[in-house]
């Protein structure tokens, strides 16, 4: 099993209290992912996917927190204007952070080339991308405990 994997089945057993407060649907471990109400949430590598019957609803979600949240949402029939939020927020975040995971790479191979003059344009880029994709996660981590 994956660190990824096992972080989601942590996020989803500390999300399982919660939810018993807020009188929500419970997430529930299958074979195939992880079952809230009606929608699936299928991990592929990094991201997630949520699936009603055959058809994808969203694609590509960075957070589990997010990607627990939006299932849920969908899953008591509530507006998905919010969840449309969320998925929004956790986009914006997958790009900082995609973003300022190809610039600290870039980095190395300056710092490796002996460029430093590039490596320093470059540290000061993902210092900025870090920083953004910090600040989305923390929308959206906002968002997804409303």
């Not at 407060?21 to 109400?37: C, D, F, H, R, T």
Request: glycine share 2%; net charge positive.
């Amino acid at each position: 099993m994956t660190n990824i994997s096992k972080r989601l089945e942590q996020v989803v057993s500390s999300a399982q209290q919660k939810l018993i407060e807020k009188q929500q649907i419970l997430p529930i471990k299958v074979a195939e992912g992880i079952l809230v109400g009606d929608v699936l949430i299928v991990s592929e590598g990094m991201v997630k996917h949520l699936k009603y019957l055959d058809n994808y609803l969203y694609k590509e979600i960075y957070l589990n927190a997010a990607a627990i949240r939006i299932a849920n949402i969908l899953a008591v029939n509530k507006t998905s204007v919010v969840a449309d939020n969320i998925y929004r927020a956790d986009q914006e975040y997958g790009r900082w952070y995609h973003d300022s995971q190809l610039l600290r790479a870039q980095y190395q191979r300056s710092i490796n080339n002996q460029d430093h003059d590039r490596a320093d344009t470059l540290w000061a880029r993902y210092c900025e991308s870090r920083d953004r994709a910090l600040n989305a996660k923390n929308i959206v981590q906002r968002l997804a405990s409303i």
